[in-house]
């Protein structure tokens, strides 16, 4: 990267948590520039989070913010959006009519009529379209997804994923000091799935790219513990794939003593591999038969860790990182798009548009099953 591209922001002001990682994920590479954000609903917070991080264009309103910043010559390259849910689709509409690159929270979307549309004007526009599933960005992540793909564990034959928090084992939404609670548990403003949008999709997202496995079908119970909750807060799910693989997920937000306890495991005929989120710098090789390797972020030789790996061994690389890969990936796609040259292979394992539409499939899957008392459903594509 020459110079650091412009970056926009819808959502995230004061107050907002996932706002701020989004800002610091954008400039620990010096990718990218925050330049322009409309970043809030409140007109007099959006100006006063404006103010607090030293912003000169500031907006009341996204669809100003799109008209306007489509038409500047200094104009933003890339917009990211970090609002609830429920704005995904309107706002990367809005921008990408004006022409600009999307950066995207996940879910991608509330619906998977809203999410193909999206990936249809992203195909349209010519544009890139990133989503930010954060686990991808870490290097043992990406690690994984070589071995597998260079058949190091032979033929996948299991997969299982699981993520447990334990932040909503209480009805935390109700008393009001917790914003994100609050929108999050809002079926208006998340859509249907709640754990299931929330972390779900994570899990999901995260199996697939490993293994390189997407299941033809599942079946599914989501679940709400903590009474007159109105989303989910706890789903389950057995997998079938096309080639004889099986699976299994589960995702929790009401698992009391949990924190972020994101685990993947993936067994093939020939060894497994083991990845805990909570100890990122560390994957577990087992071959067939042999004795369990441990294998740390800075000493695989792997072109992918090396391509997301930025300080030495034995200095722990965590969350922040592995989220500001994915801005590093999209900077380098988008540079690569605007200069009409293709992008660098390294980039290639962000996640996109597509894997957002995927994860849409998994949720109307998911929902469609438990409905109908957990019964086999086909994921359609």
């Not at 620990?28 to 409140?42: I, K, Q, R, W, Y």
């Not at 306890?261 to 071959?287: H, I």
Request: aromatic share 6%.
């Amino acid at each position: 990267m020459t110079q650091r591209l412009r970056l926009g922001m819808v959502g995230g002001g004061e107050g907002a948590f996932i706002g701020a990682v989004h800002r610091i994920a954008a400039r620990l590479d010096d990718a990218f520039e925050l330049v322009a954000g409309a970043l809030s609903s409140d007109p007099v917070r959006a100006q006063l989070s404006a103010e607090a991080l030293g912003l000169t264009r500031s907006y009341a309103d996204w669809r100003e913010m799109a008209r306007v910043e489509g038409t500047l010559g200094d104009g933003i390259d890339a917009v990211a959006i970090v609002t609830p849910n429920h704005l995904h689709a309107p706002v990367a509409h809005a921008f990408m009519d004006a022409g600009i690159h999307v950066i995207c929270d996940k879910p991608l979307a509330v619906s998977l009529a809203e999410g193909e549309a999206l990936a249809q004007h992203a195909r349209e526009a010519g544009l890139v379209f990133a989503l930010t599933h954060t686990y991808s960005g870490y290097p043992l992540v990406r690690h994984a997804r070589e071995m597998v793909a260079a058949g190091e564990i032979g033929e996948v034959r299991i997969v299982q994923v699981e993520y447990a928090q334990d932040w909503l084992a209480t009805p935390v939404e109700r008393d009001g000091t917790n914003r994100q609670a609050g929108w999050r548990t809002d079926p208006a403003l998340a859509g249907p799935a709640g754990c299931l949008g929330d972390i779900g999709t994570h899990a999901y997202q995260l199996a697939a790219f490993v293994s390189g496995l997407v299941p033809d079908a599942l079946a599914a119970e989501v679940h709400t513990f903590v009474p007159g909750r109105r989303v989910d807060d706890h789903v389950q799910a057995m997998l079938r794939y096309a080639g004889g693989a099986r699976g299994m997920l589960w995702a929790s937000q009401v698992a009391s003593g949990a924190e972020n306890a994101l685990r993947l495991r993936v067994y093939g005929t020939k060894g497994g591999l083991a990845f805990d989120q909570e100890e990122p710098n560390v994957l577990w090789f087992t071959p067939q038969g042999g004795e369990a390797q441990r294998l740390t972020r800075a000493r695989v030789s792997g072109a992918a860790a090396r391509h997301a790996t930025r300080v030495p061994a034995g200095h722990p690389e965590g969350y922040l990182e592995a989220f500001a890969q994915l801005y590093r990936d999209a900077a380098a796609q988008i540079a690569a798009r605007e200069a009409g040259v293709a992008a660098p292979p390294e980039s290639h394992m962000l996640t996109t548009v597509d894997d957002g539409v995927e994860g849409l499939r998994f949720i109307a899957a998911v929902l469609a099953s438990s409905a109908a008392d957990g019964a086999w459903q086909q994921i359609a594509r």
